[in-house]
Protein backbone atom coordinates (compact mmCIF):
# COMPACT_ATOMS: atom_id res chain seq x y z
CA UNK A 1 0.00 0.00 0.00
CA UNK A 2 2.56 2.47 0.31
CA UNK A 3 3.89 2.49 -3.18
CA UNK A 4 0.35 3.40 -3.77
CA UNK A 5 1.16 6.70 -2.03
CA UNK A 6 3.88 7.78 -4.58
CA UNK A 7 1.77 8.05 -7.17
CA UNK A 8 -1.00 10.08 -5.22
CA UNK A 9 -1.91 13.75 -6.23
CA UNK A 10 -1.55 16.21 -3.07
CA UNK A 11 -4.86 17.63 -1.88
CA UNK A 12 -4.68 20.97 -3.77
CA UNK A 13 -2.51 20.32 -7.01
CA UNK A 14 -4.69 19.99 -9.57
CA UNK A 15 -6.41 23.42 -8.61
CA UNK A 16 -3.14 25.01 -7.18
CA UNK A 17 -2.14 24.35 -11.42
CA UNK A 18 -5.35 25.75 -12.90
CA UNK A 19 -5.17 28.75 -10.58
CA UNK A 20 -1.48 29.26 -11.57
CA UNK A 21 -2.51 28.91 -15.18
CA UNK A 22 -5.67 31.73 -14.72
CA UNK A 23 -2.52 33.94 -13.29
CA UNK A 24 -0.26 33.30 -16.02
CA UNK A 25 -3.23 33.77 -18.78
CA UNK A 26 -3.86 37.15 -16.87
CA UNK A 27 -0.16 38.00 -16.87
CA UNK A 28 0.27 37.45 -20.58
CA UNK A 29 -2.79 40.20 -21.77
CA UNK A 30 -0.59 42.08 -24.65
CA UNK A 31 -2.19 45.37 -23.36
CA UNK A 32 0.57 44.94 -20.22
CA UNK A 33 3.56 45.38 -22.26
CA UNK A 34 4.54 48.34 -24.60
CA UNK A 35 6.90 51.14 -25.46
CA UNK A 36 4.77 52.78 -22.35
CA UNK A 37 4.13 49.67 -20.24
CA UNK A 38 5.87 46.83 -18.80
CA UNK A 39 8.99 45.48 -21.09
CA UNK A 40 7.87 42.52 -23.41
CA UNK A 41 11.27 40.64 -22.29
CA UNK A 42 11.72 37.53 -20.61
CA UNK A 43 12.46 39.66 -17.37
CA UNK A 44 9.27 41.64 -18.06
CA UNK A 45 6.94 38.64 -18.43
CA UNK A 46 8.40 37.15 -15.09
CA UNK A 47 7.72 39.86 -13.38
CA UNK A 48 4.01 40.11 -14.24
CA UNK A 49 3.79 36.61 -13.70
CA UNK A 50 5.33 37.07 -10.40
CA UNK A 51 2.87 39.86 -9.67
CA UNK A 52 -0.38 37.75 -10.27
CA UNK A 53 0.49 35.19 -8.88
CA UNK A 54 1.81 36.87 -5.95
CA UNK A 55 -1.66 38.69 -5.55
CA UNK A 56 -3.56 35.12 -5.67
CA UNK A 57 -1.04 33.66 -3.22
CA UNK A 58 -1.75 36.47 -0.70
CA UNK A 59 -5.70 36.19 -1.48
CA UNK A 60 -5.29 32.52 -0.55
CA UNK A 61 -3.51 33.30 2.74
CA UNK A 62 -6.14 36.00 3.71
CA UNK A 63 -8.57 33.31 3.30
CA UNK A 64 -10.27 31.78 6.84
CA UNK A 65 -10.72 28.70 4.92
CA UNK A 66 -8.17 26.68 6.62
CA UNK A 67 -7.03 25.18 3.12
CA UNK A 68 -5.74 28.50 1.96
CA UNK A 69 -2.43 27.89 2.95
CA UNK A 70 -2.29 24.80 1.52
CA UNK A 71 -3.74 25.87 -1.96
CA UNK A 72 -1.73 29.17 -2.36
CA UNK A 73 1.34 26.13 -1.33
CA UNK A 74 0.08 24.43 -4.39
CA UNK A 75 0.01 27.56 -6.87
CA UNK A 76 3.37 28.08 -5.33
CA UNK A 77 4.48 24.91 -6.11
CA UNK A 78 2.81 25.02 -9.51
CA UNK A 79 4.59 28.38 -10.31
CA UNK A 80 8.32 26.42 -10.27
CA UNK A 81 7.41 23.53 -11.49
CA UNK A 82 6.40 25.60 -14.46
CA UNK A 83 9.87 27.46 -13.95
CA UNK A 84 11.78 24.73 -13.95
CA UNK A 85 10.00 23.49 -17.29
CA UNK A 86 10.69 26.36 -18.80
CA UNK A 87 14.29 26.61 -18.35
CA UNK A 88 14.53 23.05 -19.59
CA UNK A 89 12.79 23.98 -22.52
CA UNK A 90 15.00 26.81 -23.18
CA UNK A 91 18.09 24.59 -23.15
CA UNK A 92 19.40 25.37 -19.53
CA UNK A 93 21.22 22.45 -18.68
CA UNK A 94 20.74 20.21 -15.83
CA UNK A 95 23.73 21.63 -13.68
CA UNK A 96 22.44 24.83 -13.50
CA UNK A 97 18.65 24.35 -13.12
CA UNK A 98 19.06 24.47 -9.69
CA UNK A 99 21.31 27.77 -8.71
CA UNK A 100 18.37 29.65 -11.45
CA UNK A 101 15.54 27.94 -10.14
CA UNK A 102 16.88 29.33 -6.96
CA UNK A 103 17.39 33.03 -7.98
CA UNK A 104 13.91 32.87 -9.44
CA UNK A 105 12.56 31.85 -5.95
CA UNK A 106 14.13 34.52 -4.24
CA UNK A 107 13.51 37.03 -6.62
CA UNK A 108 9.58 36.22 -6.56
CA UNK A 109 9.90 35.85 -2.72
CA UNK A 110 11.15 39.43 -2.72
CA UNK A 111 8.38 40.75 -4.92
CA UNK A 112 5.94 38.83 -2.98
CA UNK A 113 7.02 40.57 0.16
CA UNK A 114 7.19 44.39 -1.00
CA UNK A 115 3.95 44.03 -3.06
CA UNK A 116 1.81 42.18 0.00
CA UNK A 117 3.17 44.81 2.84
CA UNK A 118 2.47 47.89 0.44
CA UNK A 119 -0.76 46.47 -0.23
CA UNK A 120 -1.97 45.25 3.67
CA UNK A 121 -0.93 48.83 4.12
CA UNK A 122 -2.86 50.38 1.26
CA UNK A 123 0.48 52.21 0.51
CA UNK A 124 0.17 52.62 -2.88
CA UNK A 125 3.52 55.01 -3.03
CA UNK A 126 5.24 52.28 -1.61
CA UNK A 127 3.42 49.38 -4.00
CA UNK A 128 4.22 51.85 -6.75
CA UNK A 129 8.03 52.04 -5.67
CA UNK A 130 8.19 48.65 -5.51
CA UNK A 131 6.80 47.89 -8.92
CA UNK A 132 9.11 50.21 -10.07
CA UNK A 133 12.41 49.06 -8.41
CA UNK A 134 11.24 45.44 -9.45
CA UNK A 135 10.40 45.89 -13.58
CA UNK A 136 11.82 49.36 -14.12
CA UNK A 137 15.07 49.74 -12.31
CA UNK A 138 16.35 52.12 -15.05
CA UNK A 139 13.50 54.10 -14.67
CA UNK A 140 9.83 53.88 -16.18
CA UNK A 141 8.49 55.42 -19.24
CA UNK A 142 5.67 57.91 -17.80
CA UNK A 143 2.72 56.82 -16.43
CA UNK A 144 3.52 52.87 -16.23
CA UNK A 145 4.64 52.75 -12.47
CA UNK A 146 1.02 54.49 -11.50
CA UNK A 147 -0.71 52.12 -14.28
CA UNK A 148 0.46 49.24 -13.10
CA UNK A 149 0.00 49.85 -9.38
CA UNK A 150 -3.78 50.68 -10.24
CA UNK A 151 -4.14 47.56 -12.12
CA UNK A 152 -2.49 45.53 -9.16
CA UNK A 153 -4.45 47.11 -6.98
CA UNK A 154 -7.74 46.44 -8.48
CA UNK A 155 -6.57 43.11 -9.25
CA UNK A 156 -6.46 42.44 -5.42
CA UNK A 157 -9.74 43.38 -5.05
CA UNK A 158 -11.35 41.39 -7.66
CA UNK A 159 -9.80 38.45 -6.09
CA UNK A 160 -10.74 39.57 -2.68
CA UNK A 161 -14.37 39.28 -3.63
CA UNK A 162 -14.00 36.03 -5.13
CA UNK A 163 -15.44 33.06 -2.81
CA UNK A 164 -12.88 30.61 -1.84
CA UNK A 165 -14.94 27.81 -3.29
CA UNK A 166 -13.93 28.96 -7.02
CA UNK A 167 -10.16 28.89 -5.95
CA UNK A 168 -10.35 25.33 -4.25
CA UNK A 169 -12.45 24.35 -7.58
CA UNK A 170 -9.15 25.89 -9.44
CA UNK A 171 -11.50 29.32 -10.96
CA UNK A 172 -10.25 32.59 -10.31
CA UNK A 173 -10.91 35.76 -12.41
CA UNK A 174 -8.84 38.64 -12.98
CA UNK A 175 -10.78 39.76 -15.23
CA UNK A 176 -9.61 43.40 -15.46
CA UNK A 177 -8.80 45.01 -18.72
CA UNK A 178 -4.93 46.39 -18.14
Not at 27 to 37: K, T, W
Not at 54 to 70: F, I, N, T
Not at 80 to 94: S, T, Y
Not at 167 to 174: T, Y
Request: cysteine-free; charged content about 25%; aromatic content about 8%.
Amino acid sequence: MALFGLFRRRPHERSGFALYTAAVEAARDPGLFGEDRVPDTLEGRFDLVALHAALLVRRLHRDPDPRGPALAQAVFDAMFADMDLNLREMGVGDMSIGKRVRRMWEAFHGRALAYEGALAAGDRPALEAALSRNIWPEGAPEGAVSGLAAHAMALDATLAGQAFGNFAEGRAEFGIPA
